[in-house]
Each structure stands twice: as C-alpha cells, then as structure tokens.
C-alpha cells in the first residue's frame, strides 16, 4: 500500500484554468513537498511545507503557486492561470515523522495544459 | 546551482551484461541518494550514501560514493529487463530537500 496517494492521475486543463492537485498520506506526517518533472527533463523541487507553513521554495513557486492542508490530512498545490509551460508530472512526497527518515514519493499526477 | 551531471543520459544494453552510470558534481555532497523511476510512478529510494569512499550493495547494485564526496556511480552486474528505468541520483539538503540529477535513462534488452 502506497504511503501517499495523489489526485488526479490525470488533470487535463485550458490555458488560463486554476487546477488544484491533491496528496492523501497514508498516516500523519510532518513533513510535505512537492516536486515537478517536464517531460524529459530532470526532477525540480518547489516546496516543502514543514508544521502547516512553507518551509522552502524555488524560483519555480511562484504566486502563481500555493500550497495548503485544508482539512489537516490532505495537502494541495493549487496553480492559478494555467500556462502552457505548467505542464508536467507533479509529485507529492511525504517524510514520515522521526529520525532521518527518507521521503516517499506519489506516483503523480501529470497535467497537460492545453 | 548545483548541478548534478549524470552520464550516459540513455543507455541501452542486452540482459546478462554489466553496466556503470555516474553522478558527478563540482561541489561536495553531504549525502547523496540513488532512486529508480518507472513510467508513470514516482521515484523510489535505492540507497543513500553518506561517507566519502562507502561502498553498498543492494543485490546486483553496488552503489560508491567517491573519496572526496564529489562524485557517486551505481554498477550493476547481470542486468535484467526488470532493472529498466530512470535512475537518478540527489543531493540531500536541509529538511530532506532533494536536488535531482539529470539521470540516465537505463533499457535492458531481453
């Protein structure tokens, strides 16, 4: 059973859309990030979210980005205005609590801007 | 930046040989990472290294990390069509906060 869960696998928007990515972890956990891949590129951090607050971003997270645990288990991306550039694979990854425990990432959810 | 260099970027062999991918970087590694991706999934821890000359295995995987913490390359012996995918290397920083590298993309021809 996976340690974290994303929705959708699959998010097809128009250029100009908001979208809202969804990451369920299995248990409770402290520590949340996520991290982008184009297609054919390399794996890209921009954000991690530490005690309910950002903890870090790259110049990717811009103000088109934010982050949020609504409910207090699930924890969302939202990008607003959609660019036809923002299409890629999204990964929610998860530290469990304790020690210097490795993350666990989601099998993703790839958005395609249209 | 930081940049990982990892060579080759594609690599493409027959099953039973051996093969040996690296990661390189121009400044020193804390600790560094290998992780496997699969189509369609997210990479998945291998290893992580942490002293400088450490050598593990993972079955047919012998992961090194170099001397002066600068460089790591992953051997694997016997390839298997199972061992297809994406490997990548990461820096780790604070927080757990990873660095990818470029990777290489591993095919291992039945």
């Known amino acids: 059973e996976p340690e974290v869960t994303q929705t959708p696998s699959h998010q097809v928007t128009q250029m100009g859309q908001e979208v809202i990515l969804r990451c369920v972890p299995i248990s409770n956990h402290l520590y949340f990030y996520w991290y982008r891949q184009i297609l054919g590129q390399k794996v890209e951090f921009l954000v991690s979210?530490?005690?309910?607050?950002?903890?870090?971003k790259s110049e990717i997270f811009d103000d088109q980005f934010s982050v949020e645990r609504p409910d207090g288990s699930n924890f969302t991306l939202k990008i607003r205005s959609t660019k036809l550039e923002d299409s890629a694979m999204y990964f929610c990854?998860?530290?469990?609590?304790?020690?210097?425990?490795?993350?666990?990432f989601g099998n993703g959810t790839r958005l395609t801007v249209t | 930046t930081q940049l990982l260099e990892q060579s080759p970027q594609f690599l493409s062999i027959q099953e039973g040989e051996n093969l040996t991918v690296y990661c390189n970087s121009s400044s020193v590694f804390s600790s560094l990472q290998w992780y496997r991706q699969e189509p369609g999934e997210g990479p998945v821890l291998l290893v992580t290294v942490v002293t400088g000359g450490e050598v593990k295995k993972l079955k047919r995987l012998t992961f090194q990390f170099g001397d002066a913490r600068k460089d790591s390359s992953l051997h694997i012996t016997a390839a298997q069509p199972g061992d297809t995918g994406l490997y990548l290397c990461a820096r780790v920083g604070g927080n757990e906060k990873l660095t990818f590298g470029t990777g290489t993309r591993l095919t291992i021809i039945p």
């Open positions: 979210f530490y005690n309910n607050e950002i903890s870090e």
């Open positions: 990854a998860i530290r469990p609590r304790g020690g210097n425990s490795p993350l666990h």
